[in-house]
């Protein structure tokens, strides 16, 4: 059941990234007769300095592919320096998550807590009813409850709707995806009809605000709590080398860890001691995970479900056993691999409809526990 649009003639914000998606968002709002601004997040203070060879977003040349692009569609274009709130709400987090011994993804907290958080308070002071995104993915109505929910695009290999799992009912209610019933080939293309110079525009494939290696960004942000060196142990705790701090690692990681007689990973990360710990692949394989911060699209249930433990990886089979407030437990069968906390799982039913998602706390492989509890 599709939610019903806003009237023709509404003013909806275009977030505009300066990409293609957006870009060709931004014209089917117009074509389909809303009154459309476009609306540029600048995430970034004046003192810091943009690589324009990134291939993230929110640059100085985003900038200015966005402004040309609402004048190429004739609607009125700001921007918008939400650095600040930026800062605070995903910036600071990013850090923290890594010294805290986890792996975040701090795109989904930006969907969640500034485009359709910060922007939509925003656009409701520019007198509209709505933000639109270039987002691969299909706003739902569940006919049973009449709840809001996201479902898959079309296009299975541009899909995002798992990073859209944090919106809440009163989010997804002045929300529009007008790219969910479109693959990219189309976006493209009609771009290049449009005459638009960000046609070909490759996808931002980084981080906004981490344009290199996560693990230098960490050391300049916080120099003053890096933890140091540290030790390697093995499943057993018997130490096996040293490291140069645990947030340098992530589950799954096999760079970095020496050499040996067998290829070992890291399978463990524990923050307070420093430690981390390393094992055989057999090790990385979870059959239990906890979830946090768990937001319901859909009405609570427990039972089958597909589960997504990250963007690029394919939904699993498991089973919701256990709910208790905002917590989510769920068995993994068949297992699996490299479960890691401080990434997103997002829970979906057999439709590609998002039943809800939160933040991995915890992976268990049998009395193994991979991880510690997240806030």
């Known amino acids: 059941m599709t939610p019903a649009a806003p009237p023709k003639g509404s003013r909806v914000v275009a977030a505009l990234s300066g ?6 968002c931004a014209h089917l709002l117009q074509r389909a007769g809303y009154d459309v601004i476009g609306v540029t997040i600048k995430t970034w203070s004046s003192g810091e300095c943009r690589d324009e060879r990134s291939k993230g977003c929110c ?17 009125p274009y700001y921007v918008m320096d939400l650095s600040e709130e930026f800062k ?14 986890r792996t975040p993804n701090p795109c989904v907290e930006c969907n969640s807590r500034i485009k359709f958080g910060v922007l939509l308070d925003k656009a409701a002071q520019l007198g509209a009813v709505a933000v639109a995104t270039g987002h691969y993915a299909r706003l739902v109505r569940d006919a049973r409850s009449g709840r809001l929910s996201v479902r898959k695009g079309v296009d299975e290999g541009k899909d995002q709707s798992y990073v859209l799992f944090g919106l809440d009912q009163q989010q997804l209610s002045r929300t529009l995806l007008p790219l969910g019933e479109l693959g990219k080939p189309e976006v493209r293309a009609l771009a290049r009809e449009l005459g638009l110079r960000v046609h070909g525009k490759p996808d931002s494939q980084e981080i906004c605000f981490v344009p290199g290696r996560y693990t230098d960004f960490i050391e300049r942000y916080a120099p003053d709590r890096l933890p140091g060196q540290g030790d390697l142990i093995d499943g057993a705790g018997q130490r096996l080398g040293t490291h140069e701090g645990a947030y340098r690692y992530t589950i799954g990681q096999r760079k970095g860890l020496g050499s040996g007689p067998a290829a070992r990973y890291v399978t463990a990360i524990d923050a307070d001691s420093n430690t981390v710990r390393v094992g055989p692949e057999d090790e990385l394989w979870c059959d239990r995970v906890e979830v946090g911060r768990f937001n319901w699209m859909l009405e609570p249930r427990s039972g089958p479900v597909n589960l997504k433990v990250r963007y690029r990886s ?18 993994l069968d068949p297992p699996v691999r490299a479960v890691t906390p401080g ?22 492989k049998k009395s193994l526990s991979v991880g510690p509890p997240a806030d």
């Open 19 to 24: 990409g293609v998606d957006s870009s060709v």
């Open 59 to 75: 640059s100085l040349r985003d900038i200015d592919d966005a402004r040309n692009v609402a004048r190429s569609l004739g609607i």
């Open 88 to 101: 605070t709400a995903i910036i600071d987090r990013f850090a923290e998550e890594y010294l805290a011994g």
């Open 314 to 331: 394919p939904a699993a089979p498991a089973r919701i056993t256990t709910i208790d407030g905002d917590r989510v437990e769920l068995l």
């Open 343 to 364: 990434q997103a799982a997002v829970a979906y039913d057999p439709e590609g409809v998002v039943i809800g998602g939160g933040w991995i706390r915890r992976a268990f």
